[in-house]
Each structure stands twice: as C-alpha cells, then as structure tokens.
C-alpha cells in the first residue's frame, strides 16, 4: 500500500508540474487550473490515497462502478464529477453521489436530472459537452451537442430547478476538422465559451484537457482538467 501511494505522489507531483509549467506559459495564475483525477477502473483504496495527497476533484464514467466507489468514499471531502455518457436510468442512482454532472447533452437528459435533484433536495452543477465532431445528427462519435445546440440547451439547464449551469466541457474529437488538432479545438471551445457568458455570466467552467493533451487545454484557457493515466498508471483492460 505505501508503494501505491508512494506511485501515487510522484506520478501527482509531476501532472502538478506539467499544469504549473503549462500556466506559467499561458500567463496565466496557477490557481486558474483545477485538476480532476479520473479514477474510473480504479478502487476506492487508490481514492483514498489521493485524497490523502490533496486531490479534491475526481472523476468517473460508469454507475456501476462509480456509485459504489463514491459510497465507499462518502466520508472524503470530494468533489465527484460525471464524465460518461449518461442514460436516464441512470440518473438517479448518480444524482445520489455526483456533485457535476459533465456530460449533458440533450433535454431529456436535463429533465431526468431536474426531476432527480429535487426529488434527492440537491444542487447539481451540469456542463453541456460539446460535439466538435459534430455531424447530420447533430451529436459526436463520443456525444456531446454540436455548437449550434448550445444555446437552447443552457438555457433549459438555467431554468431547470435542481440544476445549476456551470459551463461547458469537451473531448478532443478523433475525426471531423479538429482531428489531431487539440489547441485549435480547446480554443474553439473557449470561443463558445465567450458566447455563452454573454447570456450566463456564471457559466464560466470550461473542462478540457486530458493527460496527453493538458497542456494545450490549459494554453487555451481550460479551468478543468481531467487527468487519469498521467496520475493512476495506464488502465487495466476491461472485460
């Protein structure tokens, strides 16, 4: 266990410099840049242990997984962030531990969820993730809305009771325009970003950035990252 967490701290350390060199960069203050740690496929034990390290946000993208493991952890002072494609019988179980929800998508979605957080009397912060791969269908390879969606969908988030609009969140998309080009994609967000504070100021998150690509998130003006190979080792194959 001291070994794991010894992996841990180190492994910690270095993602911490990489942000601190990245704003540094930027010009931008460190404080500016929250690390998320994404601890899907993880148990809670290594939870535990960054929690002990001083992490305060992690992530996941799996009830199944998540609800238990945030249970096991309920007496941490965490942050729990929702990342995965989220279907709507699956929304109560994760209103009952997320405390954001960053993978918003569609009005159904945000329906279940309102309907959810008043039922539990609990504030969720939502992000709208956003499809810059967006095709015909209007959603990504990895969901998310396109562009044009946003504005319809922050403001039934707005006006949703229960819920809380936070800001917006992507992925850096695999195909379409922004293909293997992470800086162009993380500032296109941060320019769609701009557009919504014009109609909700306080939707200032903007979660970008993973662990090959944080730096350019942060470069653009990301104040979200979501780390988890960088901190926890690469992932166990899963099935």
């Not at 704003?23 to 929690?51: F, H, N, Q, S, W």
């Not at 609990?122 to 791969?133: F, K, S, T």
Request: charged share 25%; with cysteine; aromatic share 2%.
């Amino acid at each position: 266990m001291t070994e794991r967490k010894d992996e841990l701290a180190a492994n910690l350390a270095r993602v911490q410099e990489r942000i601190a060199a990245a704003c540094a960069a930027a010009g931008r203050p460190r404080e500016d840049v929250t690390l998320i740690v994404v601890t899907k496929t993880y148990p809670a034990a290594d939870v535990r242990m960054l929690a002990d390290l001083g992490v305060r946000h992690v992530a996941e993208n799996r009830d199944q997984d998540a609800a238990p493991k945030a249970a096991e952890c309920s007496d941490l002072p965490l942050s729990w962030h929702f990342v995965g494609q989220l279907q709507t019988n699956k929304v109560r179980s994760v209103v009952g531990y997320a405390d954001v929800v960053q993978s918003v998508d569609r009005s159904r979605l945000v329906t279940a969820l309102s309907k959810e957080a008043v039922r539990a009397e609990r504030e969720l912060g939502c992000l709208i993730q956003v499809a810059l791969d967006a095709g015909v269908s209007g959603r990504g390879e990895r969901g998310g809305v396109a562009p044009e969606g946003i504005g319809e969908l922050a403001d039934r988030i707005a006006s949703a009771e229960g819920l809380r609009l936070d800001g917006l969140m992507t992925v850096a998309p695999l195909t379409g325009e922004y293909a293997g080009r992470q800086q162009a994609a993380f500032e296109r967000l941060m320019d769609l970003s701009t557009y919504l504070r014009r109609t909700h100021p306080a939707a200032t998150m903007v979660s970008a950035g993973m662990s090959a690509d944080l730096e350019e998130a942060v470069a653009a003006g990301a104040t979200h990252v979501r780390v988890g190979t960088a901190v926890l080792g690469v992932r166990p194959r899963l099935g």
